[in-house]
């Protein structure tokens, strides 16, 4: 998923954080930067405690650094890697707001499609006050949707399927047929419920799942070979950062094994199931500055990215928070949790710098405050 369900509350007070970053300018990167940047990253690891911490920088397209730090696993031995596939939780909402920018300039949908139009003939008594709320509401999170359909009703999902699609309708008929828990393109609820009812939305006019769609059309385009879905790594070995849970009332780190409880349910996917290398995800914020691939071949025109980048409400675009003036007009950020790892990435149209950052952990201490001011250092770092 993205956020844990305590984060979600969290979510406003973590916006406004994030807008008062004052950072300087970025520059051209230096031969000093790599040194910099390792030092930033020892400091982050040491702070917060947390069993692996990953930091890459990239400079208009090109890799600057990356350092990863700790343990894959605790009391494992076995090192985090450069190159170590990380989890992104919630920072898969803009794929998805990327994935139907893409379909909608392909002419495969629209982006006027709305709920009753997409989805009156597989789910029946929509509420009424969702039959015309369309993609930019849902990617907004000003769709009028509850936050999230309800814990216990949540982990009654299969947690590992081959096609989450009818879940997907499921989840959606459940949400769809409550009245709405505010005013559609009002109220502003950061809800994980409208990325599924949007996904759920592609996959019926598409014929596909998410999974397939977002391979397709926004990863393969990138040139990005290490995204997956769900938990990363093997059961079997040591081979990835595994995700880490509290012992006993939060107290104490444990390795999460993957396969069954080490992600969400599948039918969360379009809200936040992704995992990738650092590069890879640099790579696709990049493109969100550029509009282009790595080798140069459009990707998003600059409506799509003029559309994608706007925000409606609390600086919230579709599936980005926006830096509105102060040092870094434009700035594009969001954070990613699965409760049991932790990421965010950050992209700077002035400057052409993104960072990317990702801990296999949720709760280190302090860890979405640290990774904040760990940002602010890099960008000063960097300097003009």
């Known amino acids: 998923m993205g956020h844990s369900w305590r984060w979600l509350a969290r979510l406003p007070a973590i916006t406004l954080a994030l807008m008062g970053l004052a950072m300087a300018s970025g520059p051209a990167a230096s031969e000093a930067a790599g040194g910099e940047i390792e030092a930033i990253a020892q400091a982050l690891f040491e702070d917060t405690e947390a069993p692996a911490i990953g930091i890459l920088v990239m400079d208009s397209g090109e890799v600057i650094a990356e350092m990863a730090l700790g343990e894959r696993a605790l009391g494992s031995g076995v090192a985090v890697q450069p190159g170590d596939l990380w989890h992104v939780g919630s920072i898969t909402k803009s794929m998805t707001a990327t994935l139907v920018a893409r379909l909608a300039e392909d002419g495969a949908l629209s982006w006027d499609l709305t709920i009753g139009e997409a989805l009156g003939g597989r789910i029946d008594a929509i509420d009424p006050a969702f039959q015309d709320v369309t993609f930019a509401e849902l990617l907004t999170h000003t769709s009028g949707l509850a936050p999230n359909i309800g814990m216990v009703r949540f982990l009654q999902f299969e947690r590992t399927s081959p096609d989450a699609r009818q879940e997907r309708l499921d989840y959606a008929a459940e949400m769809l047929t409550r009245g709405p828990a505010g005013t559609p393109r009002e109220t502003f609820a950061y809800s994980n419920a409208g990325y599924i009812v949007a996904g759920a939305m592609v996959e019926t006019v598409m014929g596909a799942r998410w999974e397939e769609l977002v391979t397709a059309h926004v990863f393969t385009p990138l040139g990005i070979t290490s995204a997956g879905f769900g938990a990363q790594g093997s059961p079997e070995t040591v081979d990835q950062p595994r995700g880490h849970k509290p012992v006993f009332l939060g107290f104490g780190r444990t390795p999460v094994v993957p396969g069954g409880g080490a992600d969400n349910p599948e039918v969360l996917g379009p809200a936040g199931r992704v995992h990738m290398r650092l590069e890879d995800l640099a790579t696709y914020a ?21 559309r994608l980048h706007t925000p409606r409400q609390e600086r919230y675009a579709m599936g980005w928070v926006v830096q509105e003036g102060g040092a870094r007009p434009g700035l594009l950020w969001h954070n990613g949790s699965n409760t049991t790892n932790y990421a965010e990435v950050y992209a700077d149209p002035g400057s052409g710098l993104v960072i990317a950052m990702a801990a296999n952990d949720h709760d280190a201490r302090g860890l979405g405050i640290a990774f904040r001011a760990s940002a602010r250092r890099l960008f000063a770092a960097l300097g003009d």
């Open 286 to 306: 990049n493109a969100h500055l550029t509009g282009q691939t790595p080798d140069g071949a459009a990707f998003l025109s600059e409506e799509s990215l003029r």
